[in-house]
C-alpha cells in the first residue's frame, strides 16, 4: 500500500479527529481509511491514534508521526513545486488565510490577478477571523491585521491599516454629528468584539484620549459592522481599506476626522523561511508589491 498516501490519510484523520470525516474529505471509503491507518501503524510498529465512540485522539506515538507526516506531506508539495516544467509555471496547492472583511474588500480581488498569471496554480482560500495554528492546518501564508504578530511566525509587514470613525449620513442628521470624542457617550455605537470592547483610544495632533463608549452592539465580524453602519445603525471604528470607497461615493461620513483611532500594520505570516516553496515565495512578492501602492 502507498505509503505517502498513507500519511495522508493518516494526518486527516488526525486533524478532523473522525474517521468519517477523512473519508468523506479524501472521498474514499471508510473501510479505506481504517486500511491506511492500519498500515501506518504496522509500518512503525507502534498505536498511533487512540479510538472511543466519539472521537479519534493521537497517543504520544501518534502525535511524533503527525509532525513528521506534515513534514513529510509538505516536502513532497515543496518538491513537485521545484521541479516543475522549464517554463517555470507554478502548479500545486496553496494554502492562504485572512480575515473575512479584508478577503472581500482585497484579498479576493488580488488572488483573482495572481492566479490568472499562474494557471496551474491552485489556492485554498480559509476565510477566518480566528488564529489558526498554520503548522497543523498546513497554511502556507497568513495575512492578519495586528500590531503583536506571533512571535513563533515569520512576519513580514506589508502594509499600515489605519481607521476611521464612520457613520451614515441619515444617522448625522437624525442624531447630529459629534464634534468632541467625549460627546460619543450620547451616540448609538457598535464595535467589534474582540477589538477595544467598550474602550476606545483616539488621538489629534495634541492629545490622547481613553473614552469609554457603551456600545449597543459587538459583532466579531468586521463586515457585518460596515453592513449595520451603511443602514443607519450608528458610530463604529472601521478599516479604511473596507469604508474608502463608501465615504468616497457618500454612503458614510468621517466622524470625529481630527481624531484617529490606533494603527495597526498588515502582516504576512509564514511558518518558516526555510525551503519556501515557490508559489509561497511568488504570491509573497506579489502581494508586497500591491499593497505597497493599493490606497489604504
Known amino acids: 500500500m502507498d505509503r505517502l498516501t498513507a500519511a495522508q490519510v493518516f494526518v486527516e484523520v488526525a486533524n478532523s479527529g473522525s474517521f468519517s470525516a477523512a473519508a468523506d474529505k479524501l472521498d474514499i471509503s471508510r473501510a479505506m481509511v481504517t486500511r491506511y491507518v492500519e498500515e501506518m501503524e504496522k509500518w512503525l510498529g507502534a498505536r498511533l491514534l487512540q479510538r472511543t465512540t466519539r472521537r479519534v485522539t493521537l497517543t504520544d506515538a501518534g502525535e511524533t508521526c503527525l509532525r513528521r507526516a506534515q513534514q513529510m506531506l509538505e516536502l513532497m508539495e515543496n518538491m513537485e513545486d521545484e521541479t516543475t516544467s522549464s517554463s517555470d509555471e507554478l502548479r500545486g496547492q496553496l494554502r492562504l488565510t485572512c480575515s473575512t472583511s479584508f478577503a472581500y474588500a482585497q484579498v479576493a480581488s488580488l488572488l483573482n490577478a495572481f492566479l490568472k498569471n499562474h494557471p496551474l496554480l491552485k489556492i485554498d482560500l480559509n476565510v477566518s477571523d480566528g488564529a489558526l495554528n498554520l503548522v497543523e492546518s498546513r497554511i502556507d501564508l497568513a495575512i492578519r491585521i495586528s500590531n503583536e504578530p506571533d512571535p513563533m511566525l515569520i512576519a513580514r509587514p506589508l502594509a499600515t491599516c489605519e481607521s476611521f470613525l464612520v457613520a451614515s449620513p441619515d444617522y448625522l442628521t437624525q442624531h447630529g454629528n459629534p464634534k ?26 495634541n492629545e490622547e484620549l481613553d473614552i469609554n463608549i457603551e456600545c449597543y452592539l459587538r459583532v466579531n465580524e468586521t463586515t457585518i459592522l460596515l453592513r449595520s453602519a451603511l443602514s443607519g445603525g450608528g458610530i463604529v471604528m472601521l478599516p479604511t481599506y473596507l469604508v474608502n470607497a463608501e465615504i468616497a461615493q457618500g454612503n458614510l461620513r468621517i466622524v470625529l476626522p481630527d481624531w484617529r483611532p490606533p494603527s495597526f500594520t498588515i502582516y504576512a505570516l509564514y511558518p518558516s523561511r526555510r525551503q519556501l516553496a515557490p508559489a509561497v515565495r511568488a504570491l509573497l512578492d506579489f502581494f508586497i508589491e500591491r499593497f505597497a501602492v493599493l490606497p489604504w
Do not use: D, S
Open 180 to 205: 468632541h470624542p467625549q460627546e460619543l457617550a450620547k451616540h448609538r455605537c457598535m464595535t467589534h468584539a474582540h477589538v477595544g470592547k467598550n474602550a476606545l483610544r483616539l488621538t489629534n495632533e
